[in-house]
């Protein structure tokens, strides 16, 4: 059976078609555990305010909470959701490093090939970059790769060489190059070259294939500035700024697209697999802004606080990539989660350290199938994740009877912002230590196209 939708929202009409396979009802089984109730979304609405059975035709039903005035939404738990809208996050930071020189900038991907997510970072300072390698319980182990750079400003993972594994591509800011160093399929880098544009002085960075002729492709924020003093010394004597896409053309690169004479911090893209578009966020500190592009388009997304670092993910696994901005000062860390193409919310914030925040990164670092967040504390010199928890409104697809318990406590401060001290691993070693409406829809519809016909998006 098909249902064809068409929702107009924010002055666009979205028609889509979704396909129902089930014939039978299915039937969800709901607990409440404290003082709440779930309102259930399929095809009409239905109140949950104590144990109930909910019997549905819908290949998807969405949860909500709904907390009393004196508690607040714990987490889901029993059979988890299949996919959310926002995540509630644990109430603890887990170390990941401490460095030597300002904590600056992570990246994620598999680097050794173990299917697990792992890290590579920068100590600014020091010029170290290290590769941090996940045990799969969220505790990791270091080794240098470069310890001799005068400033490493940005760095990023990518199969460069297309041998399926990630290679490792640095920026050394003075000398105007980005350094390759290839992966041995092991997590082990060598160096393999430097690559230099002319004319430019590379800050930030991002490869891509952006023009699907399966070479990489880069994404560069260049300018000049001073890197004697603190960030702000830099921020103030950024001249020559311009972000632009180059393309490869045999190991040689050339200007593709210019995108804005705006200086960018870091850089973060990713290209949905149904389209030939790439989207592309920055982090304009010299702004005080954050923007996405597309199709020619730039868009401010945020405005204030200083933002330093961007990272595309989808955290709540409903099909839009989510955006996670670490701002300097004042800093705090903070999810934009994507409700439609470059439309984000409002920043929801998670935390708010004193010393300035830097890197962003979002991947499933413990290993329990929902993505966290993983940040840098500059000043602090310390790397670290907070885990996620549950999602806030919870997905489930209906293809069988489920069973699922909603967790409400007396809470003085909501889950979702925690201010919490870190746990910091030993310096020698690396070790762990709202209402639904139409646009929450639209987002669940994308999620069951996800589920069952593999539409997967590469950040």
Same mark, same amino acid.
């Given at each position: 059976m098909a249902k064809c939708f068409s929702v107009c929202k924010g002055g666009f009409l979205f028609t889509f078609t979704l396909v129902f396979h089930n014939t039978l009802a299915s039937t969800i089984d709901i607990d409440i555990?404290?003082? !709440?109730?779930?309102?259930?979304?399929?095809?009409?609405?239905?109140?949950?305010?104590?144990?109930?059975?909910?019997?549905?035709?819908?290949?998807?039903?969405?949860?909500?909470?709904?907390? @009393? @005035?004196? $508690?607040?939404?714990?987490?889901?738990? !029993?059979?988890?959701? =299949?996919? !959310?809208? +926002?995540?509630?996050? !644990?109430?603890?930071?887990?170390?990941? +490093?401490?460095?030597g020189g300002g904590a600056k900038t992570l990246k994620s991907a598999d680097i050794n090939g173990d299917g697990i997510a792992d890290l590579a970072a920068i100590s600014l300072f020091d010029g170290k970059v290290f590769s941090l390698i996940n045990d799969g319980n969220g505790k990791f182990s270091d080794t240098v790769v470069v310890d001799s750079m005068r400033y490493p400003s940005a760095l990023d993972l990518y199969d460069w060489d297309g041998d399926a594994d990630q290679d490792l591509l640095v920026i050394d800011y003075p000398k105007r190059e980005i350094q390759l160093y290839t992966n041995d399929g092991n997590g082990n880098f060598t160096f393999s070259k430097a690559i230099v544009i002319p004319d430019i002085a590379p800050y930030a960075l991002s490869v891509m294939d952006v023009n699907a002729d399966d070479a990489p492709d880069l994404i560069i924020s260049s300018f000049n500035a001073d890197i004697s003093g603190d960030l702000f010394d830099l921020v103030e004597s950024i001249a020559n700024a311009s972000t632009d896409i180059y393309t490869n053309l045999n190991g040689s690169f050339e200007l593709y697209q210019n995108l804005s004479s705006s200086a960018a911090i870091t850089v973060d893209a990713y290209k949905p697999?149904?389209?030939?578009?790439?989207?592309?966020?920055?982090?304009?500190?010299?702004?005080?802004?954050?923007?996405?592009?597309?199709?020619?388009? $730039?868009?401010?997304?945020?405005?204030?606080?200083?933002?330093?670092?961007?990272?595309?993910?989808?955290?709540?696994?409903?099909?839009?990539?989510?955006l996670l901005v670490a701002y300097y000062r004042p800093s705090q860390l903070a999810i934009l989660y994507q409700l439609q193409s470059n439309s984000f919310t409002a920043p929801n914030q998670?935390?708010?350290?004193?010393?300035?925040?830097? $890197?962003?990164?979002?991947?499933?670092?413990?290993?329990?199938?929902?993505?966290?967040?993983?940040?840098?504390?500059?000043?602090?010199?310390?790397?670290?994740?907070?885990?996620?928890?549950?999602?806030?409104?919870?997905?489930?697809?209906?293809? @069988? =009877?489920? @069973?699922?318990?909603?967790?409400?406590?007396?809470?003085?401060? $909501?889950?979702?912002?925690?201010?919490?001290?870190?746990s910091q691993p030993d310096n020698n070693s690396s070790s762990g230590g709202g209402s639904f409406g139409m646009g929450m829809l639209l987002l669940s519809a994308v999620a069951v196209f996800r589920k069952y016909f593999k539409l997967t998006l590469k950040a």
């Open positions: 555990e404290g003082d !709440g109730s779930v309102l259930v979304v399929d095809e009409t609405e239905t109140l949950c305010d104590e144990n109930c059975v909910v019997e549905t035709v819908s290949d998807f039903i969405t949860l909500q909470p709904q907390a @009393s @005035s004196n $508690a607040t939404f714990k987490q889901w738990d !029993g059979q988890q959701c =299949d996919f !959310g809208y +926002k995540v509630i996050h !644990g109430s603890a930071r887990t170390g990941v +490093k401490t460095v697999n149904s389209s030939d578009a790439i989207v592309i966020a920055t982090a304009e500190i010299a702004d005080n802004r954050v923007v996405v592009y597309s199709d020619g388009e $730039a868009t401010t997304v945020d405005s204030g606080s200083r933002p330093y670092g961007v990272n595309f993910n989808d955290i709540d696994d409903n099909g839009t990539q989510d998670i935390l708010t350290p004193s010393e300035g925040l830097t $890197a962003t990164s979002m991947e499933d670092f413990n290993n329990d199938d929902i993505v966290d967040i993983a940040s840098g504390e500059f000043n602090a010199n310390s790397f670290f994740y907070v885990p996620s928890i549950s999602y806030v409104d919870c997905g489930l697809s209906t293809d @069988s =009877d489920r @069973s699922i318990i909603a967790i409400f406590s007396e809470s003085e401060q $909501a889950p979702e912002n925690p201010a919490v001290p870190v």
